[in-house]
Nanobody
Framework: QVQLVESGGGLVQAGGSLRLSCAAS????????MGWYRQAPGKQRELVAS???????NYADSVKGRFTISRDNSKNTVYLQMNSLKPEDTAVYYC?????????????WGQGTQVTVSS
């Protein structure tokens, strides 16, 4: 089994910054794509940012220029640096990791961390 531990959420004023982290542990042979999703009450979960094994990144249009995703492969950790936060960024942020144990690919999720941006 694989466990994902998230940290870094909290309350911040509009224009402020937060840095989320997600560390994966367990029976992992290798990790492919790592990403962050978010879900606000009454809304569907959406992809915020992702980073593949080659370092290529993808961002939702709403966060481009403000958020930066990065990874530390030696620590099996993915980060999300969030700058210039807006109230509409308020949501529960979930870490997602696509990994393999050498046999099959699996998709694991963190338990979520609350990000609240006040105006």
């Amino acid at each position: 089994q694989v466990q994902l531990v998230e940290s870094g959420g909290g309350l911040v004023q509009a224009g402020g910054s937060l840095r989320l982290s997600c560390a994966a542990s367990g029976s992992i042979f290798s990790i492919n794509t790592m990403g962050w999703y978010r879900q606000a009450p009454g809304k569907q979960r959406e992809l915020v940012a992702s980073i593949n094994g080659g370092g290529g990144t993808n961002y939702a249009d709403s966060v481009k220029g403000r958020f930066t995703i990065s990874r530390d492969n030696s620590k099996n950790t993915v980060y999300l640096q969030m700058n210039s936060l807006k109230p509409e960024d308020t949501a529960v942020y979930y870490c997602n990791v696509k990994h393999t144990n050498g046999i099959s690919f699996r998709d694991s999720w963190g338990q979520g961390t609350q990000v609240t941006v006040s105006s």
